[in-house]
Every structure is written in C-alpha cells, then in structure tokens.
C-alpha cells in the first residue's frame, strides 16, 4: 500500500532529556500517532525560513498545523490583551508560510487549535484574544460537545454531536475571506472552519491526537492519498 506523507509542523522549545538541556524542535506524540493510525506516514517539519515553505510543502502530500502558543496579535491588527500569550514570531511567520503555500498548491491542510487560528488569519480573518469554559484547568484537557453544520465538509466526515477533547482560551473572531464555519460548540464558539470547493481545508478548534475519533484525520489522509494519485485508501478504511 502506498501511504500518503503528512508533514507536522513543529516549534523551537527548550527541552530536557537524559543529560541534556538544550532547544529542541518539538511536537506532542499524540500528533504523529494519529497520523500513523489514520493510514499516513507522518514526517515532522521542522522551522525554517519561510522562503523555504513552498518547497517543503512540494514535497508533502498533506499537511497538518500544529496547535500551540497563541498567534500574536499584530498579525490581525490587533493590540494585545494582557491575557494573550508572549509572542511566537518566527513560529507565527514560518507556519503562515506553511499555510499560504498549501493553499497556493492545492495541498490537502488541516489546521488544529492554534492551526485553524491561524488558518483563518492567513485568510484575514481575527480572534477573540481569550474566552472562559474551553478547558479543564491549566495542563489538563477539558471536554465538549460539538456540532455540525449540515452540508459542510466535516458534516460529511462527522454528521453526529461529538464529544471532542479542548484546550483553548482564543477563538475565532471575524471570518476570513472564503471561510465557513462548519462545526460550533453549544456556546456558539466556531469549532471547525473549512474552504468550499475542491481543495481540501479543514481546522478543528479541538485537539483530536488526544481523543480516538480517527475520521478528520483519516479524511485528511484519504484527500492527501487521492491529491496525489495514490491508488490506496488507509489501510483501516479499507477494512471498513
């Protein structure tokens, strides 16, 4: 079987290990694991200059922004609020890139958390810099319902209410251009964004490398399997 290759954007972060301190290029596990389990081959992409993001992107057949710290506001025109985190200007820069170059290739993208922030900032679109309810305490995972839109894409890939696992304080503010809203939680927080038409685009407020609903990201595997000419389904789907 031929396996997609999925590219996971990672970020710069001091880190320990055995006798060692030192910055580490970083990604929570949960994230490739689901690629692997969804019938992908995930590779973790590193940060570089953003005049090398179209040729990294090339060379994937999907990719998957990562969540983490929060999009600094000056990239929607905004002043920040105190309770907004210290910036990340090379992350912010070098995943802009990211995006902007997958969505100029055609590229099948799924942004989650911070990802689908910054997805719909690439697009023009703002934030609301912090909200209450999204999560369970500091380190720890809240849980939530969400829901639906019919006929969007995710209704396609999750026509039910779902319990999802959460860990966010901003959200989406004003659209960006082109964008839908394809999912809300029962406070009328948009949960999931996506872009009509052929190119697959999808982010997910939630973080679903800590839960075990495989769907967005098999659907994200089987876009990127079929944008570029693979014969075969994840492996999974096939014994569905």
Known sequence: MSKPLIGIS?????AKWGVWDMPAALLPA??????????????MVPPDSPSYAEEVVARLDGLVV????????????????????PPARERDAWELAL?????????????????????????????????DG?????????????RPVPGTRYA???????????????????????????AYAADGTPEALEL????????VQWHPE??????VMEALVTAAATAAGRSSLPERQLQA
């Open 30 to 43: 949960g994230y490739p694991r689901l690629v692997q389990a969804a019938g992908g081959l995930a590779a």
């Open 134 to 146: 999204h999560t369970a305490g500091p380190g720890v995972f809240g849980r939530h319902t969400v």
């Open 210 to 215: 800590m839960g075990e609903d495989l769907r």
């Open 196 to 203: 009509p038409g052929g190119q697959w685009v999808l982010g």
């Open 10 to 14: 990672t970020y710069l972060q001091p």
């Open 99 to 131: 995006i902007q170059a997958a969505l100029a290739s055609g590229t099948p993208l799924l942004g989650i958390c911070r990802g689908m922030q910054l997805l719909n900032v690439a697009l023009g679109g703002t934030l609301v810099q912090h909200l």
């Open 66 to 85: 990562a969540g983490g710290a929060d999009v600094e506001p000056v990239r929607y025109g905004a002043e920040p609020d105190p309770r907004t985190g």
């Open 156 to 182: 396609s890939v999750v026509p039910e209410e779902t319990g999802v696992p959460t860990y966010h304080h901003q959200a989406i503010d004003r659209i960006g251009a082109g964008v839908v809203v394809s």
